[in-house]
């Protein structure tokens, strides 16, 4: 009987011990802040973005894993599942929110909550938008980089006229879903005119769309296209199934990220992905240093990117204008 009660005490000890691990392992992760990232992209298509959101976190003496936790919420390009994933990290308590991408993974931060900081990334002006009350003073609980893109439509249209002066016509392809889809268009409706060039504004909300957007692009005999600024449709695979359909109709064509040019893509125009996503990891970073987002003014980009590449250009049989070659920040050839 001695010998049962010995066993029972040193089961009963052993299981107490066992018990308290998990609880100090979590009391350890309680510890820790965490990070929550919104974003309308797909992961592996924004690996170099996130290193540079760790480097900016880095700054500030956050690094993921040692003193800082980042769950990870991808709407792999559909705005629909916006609303539930930032609900999602809303109830899981999230220090700080990380909004990236476009205006859309913000918005649906900033109706899910009042109270948790939210840091953005967004290419549509986010006082229009409703996500500031002005870009000094953001007000509330939210600020972020300001990265131009979904402005920028009517410059890639001028950039895309030079590169083929004698186009009739030119497609613009826009997601009628994206919030910015009115200020993108206004964007190239504007530019048109003073290029004198004739537009084509063809509307697709899914990667799935896009083959029938260029085959009504080549129907219609436009010269040229103009690929908006969309996080919807610019997953890996739905990047270089645009740049592959440009080459299959031999259609020039203009995208809003160098990453389209490096997989074979004619040209790109657009701001630093990668470094407004560091800004957002050093806003993130102060924030969780004890900075409120209202103190943060919101950044605007200040580098752009203009890439051409040469090998494309060739296939398509097109001299490229000097002019062009000579305020390029990058020539693939």
């Known amino acids: 009987m001695a010998i049962d009660i010995g066993r029972r005490q040193f089961l009963s000890a052993l299981s107490g011990a066992a018990a308290t691990w998990p609880l100090a392992v979590r009391a350890q992760q309680s510890t820790m802040p965490v990070i929550g990232l919104l974003s309308m992209g797909v992961s592996d298509a924004y690996v170099a973005n996130v290193a540079a959101l760790r480097r900016g976190l880095n700054e500030f003496g956050f690094v993921e894993g040692q003193n800082v936790a980042i769950e990870y919420r991808w709407a792999e390009g559909d705005y629909a599942r916006l609303a539930e994933l930032a609900a999602d990290l809303v109830r899981r308590r999230v220090a700080v929110i990380v909004a990236t991408v476009s205006s859309a993974p913000a ?7 009042t109270t948790i900081p939210i840091v953005f990334t967004t290419g549509g002006d986010p006082v229009q938008q409703g ?4 870009l000094n003073r953001p007000g509330g609980n939210i600020t972020g980089v300001f990265n131009l893109t979904n402005v920028l439509e009517g410059k890639r249209l001028g950039l895309l006229r030079e590169m083929v002066p004698a186009a009739p016509l030119i497609a613009v392809l826009l997601n009628p879903t994206n919030p910015s889809f009115e200020a993108q268009l206004k964007d190239v409706q504007a530019a048109a005119p003073v290029a004198s060039q004739k537009l084509e504004i063809l509307r697709a909300s899914e990667e799935s769309e896009v083959d029938a957007i260029f085959a009504t692009a080549a129907k219609l005999g436009a010269r040229a296209i103009v690929v908006g600024a969309d996080p919807a449709v610019f997953s890996i695979n739905g990047r270089r199934h645009l740049v592959a359909l440009a080459a299959r109709y031999a259609i020039p064509a ?13 040209m790109s125009y657009g701001p630093s992905f990668v470094e407004a996503w560091r800004q957002a990891g050093i806003y993130a970073g102060q924030i969780l240093k004890g900075a409120k987002p209202t103190e943060l003014p919101v950044q605007q980009s200040t580098k752009f990117e203009f890439l051409i590449n040469l090998k494309t250009a060739k296939a398509l049989g097109l001299t490229v204008p000097s002019g062009l070659l000579s305020i390029a920040d990058e020539v693939i050839e």
Not at 254 to 266: P, W
């Open 131 to 134: 996500l500031v009350v002005g």
């Open 107 to 113: 918005l649906a931060a900033k109706a899910a909550t």
């Open 254 to 266: 203009i995208f809003q990220s160098r990453e389209s040019v490096m997989d074979g893509g004619l």
